[in-house]
């Protein structure tokens, strides 16, 4: 047996099923515009960082550039930096985001017979690896490197 509902002529109206449907939908709709939102968020977030690795690393290379082959010096190195990149710190901060850690290698040493030390070959290479990663959980932003010569780049 079905079940009608007269309405008076020149009402107009929904009824109240009509308008639980009506905001059924328009909350999945508003939903996923929330999570569009949030995703959208996120990958700016991750964009933005991963801009900010990749200008610290080629910054730090191209102060080693500045140095130099003779006044570079072997080893690893590591720096803090603040959210916008700046702020360079030996040590991490309450205010560090970042963290680069810059390794440099030499693939041949000789001993300095006048002196005793060890010091790159004439021929040598070294090997420079920047590496920026999120301080502090450590997932890798971004890694940059190079080798440089006596002669250069």
Request: with cysteine; net charge positive; charged share 15%.
């Amino acid at each position: 047996m079905a079940v009608r509902i007269n309405r008076a002529r020149g009402q107009a109206g929904f009824t109240l099923m009509e308008i639980l449907i009506a905001s059924l939908l328009a909350t999945v709709v508003l939903m996923g515009l929330v999570r569009l939102w949030q995703f959208s968020y996120g990958m700016t977030l991750s964009t933005d960082d991963r801009g900010v690795a990749y200008n610290i690393a080629r910054k730090a290379i191209e102060n080693l550039r500045t140095t130099g082959f003779k006044y570079t010096t072997e080893g690893t190195a590591i720096r803090y930096f603040g959210p916008d990149g700046l702020n360079e710190t030996q040590n991490p901060s309450a205010d560090s985001r970042y963290k680069l850690t810059l390794a440099v290698t030499t693939d041949r040493f000789i001993i300095n017979t006048q002196t005793g030390a060890q010091e790159p070959a004439p021929l040598a290479l070294r090997q420079v690896v920047a590496t920026v990663t999120s301080y502090p959980n450590g997932a890798v932003l971004h890694t940059s490197g190079c080798t440089f010569s006596r002669a250069g780049i």
